[in-house]
């Protein structure tokens, strides 16, 4: 009976597909670690099912920003499986355009779709990507971004740490710095803002220890929070798992297991690897994180404001 209470909780609060025609609101377009799920090459128990069955498939981590009242929406990273997410979104608001991508860091799954934008395929034209100045450097000065650049399929915006910059009048947003290996560039998180509400969305992180912010003082500031959890648990991985460190989701529910009831059921995982049993319905980890109060991403899902 609790574990059914959460898990009508999470439908109620998190996984409503109705969209809005009056107010902005957030789409989870991917859920996936950079790789989507399941994962090339990958012969072990955790895949065997996903390539089995398509319906198990689960596209790259992704979220969309959609204004109905001014007919605009952005996404949050440019992923591999950007195709098939940018159709998904069309299917639900009716628009073909993006009025603009907003990058977190340049790790393969968050920034390599924008290779579509590009004249082999969209051709598209001046379209905006917001980015940080390691970000915007990186694609300048390397090919094929570059020519995204030069050919003007693409614009850069330089967007500056931990200060609002207006989508349009209706939604703001907020980059925010975030330790991860960032051997191109920086990575960045983000606060949206719609109608007095927010949004943080934060992919990728190293440790929350690393960060000079307190993810729990940051949780009961906003209204919903989509957190990093690219891996369950340790041991997860048959390697040391301290080379690409992240957050356990044990870890992370241990962390924030001191919040209140309401404040816990803001959190909501994503960014799961290939390996990682949230992307099992009905899966042991699945219940744990419900039975616990808190919640995991789901694609096609959308966050009212």
Not at 272 to 292: C, D, M, R, Y
């Amino acid at each position: 009976m609790y574990r059914f209470l959460f898990f009508l909780i999470f439908i109620s609060c998190i996984s409503k597909n109705e969209i809005s025609k009056e107010n902005p609101y957030v789409m989870i377009l991917g859920v996936a670690q950079d790789a989507g799920y399941p994962q090339i090459n990958c012969k072990k128990k955790c895949c065997e099912s996903a390539w089995k069955n398509i319906n198990f498939h689960k596209m790259t981590s992704c979220i969309a920003i959609v204004d109905p009242i001014k007919r605009q929406q952005w996404i949050i990273d440019a992923t591999p499986d950007i195709k098939n997410q940018l159709q998904l979104l069309k299917s639900k608001t009716g628009m073909d355009q993006i009025d603009g991508v907003l990058l977190t860091h340049a790790h393969i799954g968050h920034y390599t779709g924008l290779i579509h934008f590009g004249r082999e395929v969209m051709g598209s034209k001046k379209t905006p990507v917001f980015v940080m100045p390691r970000m915007k450097s990186f694609l300048e000065k390397n090919g094929p971004w570059s020519q995204l650049v030069e050919l003007e399929n693409i614009t850069l915006s330089k967007l500056k740490s931990d200060s609002i910059f207006n989508l349009n009048r209706n939604v703001k947003i907020t980059p925010i710095l975030v330790p991860h290996r960032d051997e191109f560039s920086e990575t960045i998180g983000y606060k949206i803002y719609i109608n007095k509400k927010s949004l943080l969305f934060i992919p990728d992180i190293d440790k929350w220890e690393k960060w000079e912010i307190d993810i729990i003082d940051l949780i009961e500031e906003v209204d919903y929070a989509f957190l990093d959890g690219t891996f369950y648990k340790n041991g997860e991985l048959n390697r040391d798992m301290s080379e690409i460190p992240h957050p356990f989701i044990e870890e992370s529910m241990g962390l924030l297991s001191t919040l209140s009831m309401k404040d816990k059921r803001k959190v909501n995982f994503i960014h799961f690897n290939h390996t990682n049993p949230l992307l099992i319905e009905g899966s042991l980890a699945q219940k744990e994180v419900l039975s616990k109060g808190f919640n995991f991403a789901k694609e096609g899902a959308v966050i009212s404001f």
